[in-house]
Structure formats: structure tokens, C-alpha cells
């Protein structure tokens, strides 16, 4: 699977392809829809990145400066909050 980095530069290129004046209508109309495939994926990963950032700027910091992730508060694969992972639960 194509990480973060690769799925943005790919649909930078499929912008800059719409762009062209060269482009069939029929090529733009297959990019178009291929960017917002991409658009719609690389939304999801960011609001997963931010469910991240929220969870660790709300831990508290051990003694050692590192911060212990609560399983339970962690924001599971479905982006939902303070349940734990589906394989987790009793």
C-alpha cells in the first residue's frame, strides 16, 4: 500500500495533468476521479494523524519525559474514541 508521501505527490500529479490543454476530456474526467479517491483517503489518514496528536497532547508525561499511551483512550482503526481495539475487547 502507497503511503501518505506517495498517495499526495500522486494526486499533485493528477492536478497538474487536469491542467494541461492537451488532455482529453475523457482523461481528465479518469484523473478527476482518481484525485478524489486519493483526496478522500489522504482526509481520512490526517484526521487519523490528528485523533493521534489530540490523545498524546492530553497524556500526562512520566517522569522519564515519555508519554504512556492509554489503550483505551487511544482512537481505535474505526476513529472512535475511549473504546478499546475490537480484538481487545472481553
Do not use: C, H, W, Y
Not at 476530456?25 to 482518481?34: I, T, V
Not at 497532547?57 to 475511549?82: C, H, I
Amino acid at each position: 500500500m502507497a503511503n501518505f508521501e506517495e498517495n499526495l505527490s500522486r494526486l499533485e500529479n493528477l492536478t497538474q495533468d487536469i491542467k494541461r490543454s492537451d488532455i482529453s476530456l475523457e482523461e481528465a474526467l479518469k484523473d478527476f476521479e482518481e484525485g478524489i479517491k486519493l483526496a478522500k483517503s489522504l482526509e481520512k489518514e490526517i484526521d487519523k494523524m490528528e485523533g493521534k496528536i489530540q490523545i498524546l497532547m492530553n497524556q500526562p508525561a512520566k517522569e522519564d519525559g515519555k508519554v504512556e499511551m492509554d489503550l483505551f483512550s487511544a482512537v481505535n482503526s474505526s476513529g472512535s474514541q475511549g473504546e478499546p481495539e475490537a480484538g481487545l475487547r472481553q
